[in-house]
């Protein structure tokens, strides 16, 4: 089976609460839609900051969600001289302690993650694709440095449609590019 | 079959020639043996410097040799705008052009590349591990983001020891660090 790939550069989510404290009445816009229904690239940036070192320009992904969180790689996590864990978006039990700056004001909370590998997937696209039951597979991504990744978590929701999400670690390791179509394969 | 796994970052190699034009004659210092006989991380750090950005304190590899090369990661790639190929060390066709920057001057040339996946091994222990007449291998990371690398090359010489050598982006995207010891399986 064949799903398309999307390599996730670091990026922000925010809550409204937190949006305002970085960017006060300032509206939120769209610059690109992605393709996950109803997500999209914002018109504003962000810098991650810790004691080592900060990010600049780091995207905010829109729209706003219930929770604040920081997505990094771990190349990223080695810059800023901290150790986030694996988890899943949202799960920020353990998430490491930084600093997001925006023009109004800035916000320290430990909020940050190593996203794991995830294929989002609908219901009825997990029944077509015989993923029913199913909670990990394995992705391959073929080029001049051919890799299979373990541990993509199966993320369902109404709301989602087919798309592996890799970080720009797996994604550069791998040469795989945002758009790419990418093996999937059940253990 | 398990080897020690080397995670490298990216460094520079020089010429005599081009050490002088960075270095003047100051003399090049060991800061640490690697675990491939006779080469170390030196005392020595350099730009390397394109027209999009410029990546300060990158460390030069000893001894010299009879190449310049500069290699980077994907990632890397990416932020200094520049689009090098894959290949062998020593083999620096198509290679980006990339300046490296020292003290004393500095050097223009293309002799940036991504060094492929490679597993260094003595001819004694290539019989050993009835790798002779094979040319790759695939390598398994196991962590929590478990990762199996195809395109691995084999280099013999008498000169190296049994290490598999991956860049940042493969070794961060698995979560391997320098020393762990990781999987060899033959195709």
């Given at each position: 089976m064949e799903v398309i790939l999307g390599v996730s550069n670091r990026h922000v989510h925010l809550t409204e609460e937190d949006y305002r404290t970085l960017f006060g009445d300032e509206p939120l816009g769209v610059v690109k839609e992605l393709?996950?229904?109803?997500q999209f690239s914002s018109d504003k940036k962000v810098s991650i900051k810790t004691e080592k070192r900060t990010l600049e320009n780091v995207r905010l992904l829109g729209p706003l969600r219930s929770y604040t969180q920081v997505e990094v790689s771990k190349t990223d996590s080695f810059a800023l001289g901290i150790n986030p864990p694996i988890r899943n978006?949202?799960?920020?039990?353990g998430s490491a302690v930084v600093t997001i700056v925006g023009p109004m004001g800035e916000v320290t909370k430990p909020c940050c993650i190593l996203a794991n590998r995830h294929l989002h997937i609908s219901p009825s696209q997990r029944v077509e694709c015989g993923?029913?039951?199913?909670d990990k597979v394995k992705a391959i991504v073929r080029s001049e440095k051919t890799t299979v990744f373990e541990d993509v978590f199966i993320k369902e929701s109404p709301d989602y449609t087919l798309e592996l999400h890799l970080d720009t670690d797996d994604g550069n390791g791998s040469l795989g590019k945002t758009g790419d179509m990418v093996e999937i394969i059940k253990y």
């Open positions: 393709v996950q229904p109803g978006s949202g799960d920020l039990e993923l029913v039951g199913v």
